[in-house]
């Protein structure tokens, strides 16, 4: 497991699952397998096996020793839907994730069609929990139905990552799409990214009101080409909504929801200085405002820090500390 991550869209990377095989084009020149080939053959090293699939039960309990809510990739050197992973280990990663759930989890396939049907099977006539993001890799229209399948998963949040992008995908079905990824290609054999594909998906995205990132334009190295699209950068994350089963504010819900005091701190994950702890009050639209408000008159708020972590606790700190991350500068969700 790596913290402080390197890839734009994520904080950390936690690997239960590594080693895969290739099932689309999107393989043809893999960053992972490129980076555990390397290795192969070393006896003692993490990746002596190469990339061939291997299962970690030493690390299903990794999540746990962090105790600063983040954003963790899981499995960016492998697949946890890859058809020699055991549905019983796969379980033990769920259910990994659902009792640490003070992170964010990133849990992205090209096994489209077996994650929904395992997602079917878990949560039956529920969803995934919010804090599990589920996401499938579309790089070319021959895998477009991925996102159908995607779209039939019982997740609360379903992402796309649209990378490597090797064409123009035209119209895609962004019903019940939370977010929107896009990035080119990198390393000795990368592939060219055109700004004409990426601009009709962030077109897209815009007209659906889906949140959309822009990683890289690639190149020999990740960062040759940059991040800018048009001069500008692209960094919209999800906007997540927890119900009161969690015991959360929910604002986005549409729920009637009426607490008499939460405690609302808010950490940016740049920094570890603590940048507002107040109590906020009333239904869910005042409470939003309230939030907003708040944070836009703190003097010398930097907002190149980006997106803050907000631990809510319920009303006279009985419950749990229940992390969520919120975009407070695009009408805040808890």
């Not at 090797?166 to 962004?174: K, V």
């Not at 405002?289 to 972590?309: A, D, H, K, R």
Request: proline share 7%; charged share 25%; net charge positive.
């Amino acid at each position: 497991m790596a913290d402080n991550s390197a890839i734009e869209w994520t904080d950390a990377t936690w690997n239960p699952v590594t080693g895969c095989t290739k099932v689309s084009r999107g393989c043809d020149h893999c960053y992972a397998e490129r980076f555990a080939e390397r290795w192969r053959g070393i006896p003692g090293h993490p990746y002596g096996q190469g990339f061939d699939l291997r299962l970690w039960e030493s690390r299903l309990n990794q999540p746990a020793q962090w105790r600063k809510p983040r954003m963790i990739f899981v499995n960016s050197m492998g697949d946890l839907f890859h058809k020699d992973v055991p549905s019983g280990f796969i379980d033990q990663v769920f259910a990994q994730m659902e009792t640490v759930d003070r992170h964010t989890y990133q849990v992205l396939t090209k096994r489209s069609l077996r994650m929904r049907d395992y997602l079917k099977d878990r949560y039956e006539d529920r969803l995934a929990p919010p804090h599990i993001w589920c996401g499938v890799s579309v790089e070319d229209r021959t895998v477009r139905p991925r996102i159908r399948h995607l779209s039939m998963a019982p997740a609360t949040v379903r992402f796309l990552s649209l990378e490597p992008l090797l064409e123009s995908l035209g119209t895609i079905d962004l019903r019940g799409i939370s977010w929107v990824i896009v990035g080119g290609e990198s390393g000795p054999q990368a592939r060219l990214l055109r700004s004409e594909w990426v601009c009709e998906i962030r077109d897209q995205c815009r007209s659906a009101r889906v949140p959309f990132f822009f990683k890289q334009w690639g190149g020999p190295t990740p960062k040759a080409g940059g991040r800018l699209l048009e001069g500008e950068e692209y960094n919209a994350l999800p906007k997540v909504s927890v119900g009161r089963s969690r015991g959360v504010l929910s604002i986005a819900s549409g729920e009637e929801f009426s607490p008499d005091g939460f405690y609302a701190e808010f950490f940016f994950p740049e920094s570890p200085k603590r940048y507002l702890a107040t109590r906020i009050k009333g239904g869910k639209e005042e409470v939003a405002i309230n939030v907003i408000m708040t944070l836009w008159l703190m003097e010398n708020l930097p907002q190149s820090l980006g997106i803050p972590f907000a631990h809510i606790i319920a009303p006279r700190k009985t419950s749990q500390e229940i992390p969520m991350q919120t975009n407070i500068f695009e009408y805040a969700c808890f």
